[in-house]
């Protein structure tokens, strides 16, 4: 099967993009596919533990996140994008790594196929 790779760098809340690269994951991975998710600029919020979507009855990001990782997904996050916006380690859910550039070339360079999801549609 074929590896994906998605390059996330929207905040949950702001559009729909951040849902959309959680379901194509997970449609990805229920395929046999491998799913490698780089989080950058405010991508970096998505997995926040403290997150809830209980007041809408709905699940949180941070739980579908959870499940990519169980899944089998492979999900890394910029070290200075959290950095800068004051995302600690310890408010990620486990299996989030923290990483760099160079990781995210690594994941390019390995993808078969990248989808881009960062900036206003």
Known sequence: MGRLMILLCESPFQNDVLDEALEISKSALEKGHMVDMYLMM??????LNSQSGEPFHMD???DKF????????????????????????????TGVDIGGIFDLGEMLAEADVVLSMAGAR
Do not use: F, H, N
């Open 42 to 47: 405010d991508g970096v919020y998505g997995p």
């Open 60 to 62: 949180s990001a941070s």
């Open 66 to 93: 959870k499940a990519l990782i169980e899944l089998g997904a492979t999900i890394s996050g910029c070290r200075v994008c959290m950095e800068l916006r004051g995302v600690q380690e310890e408010m990620l859910p």
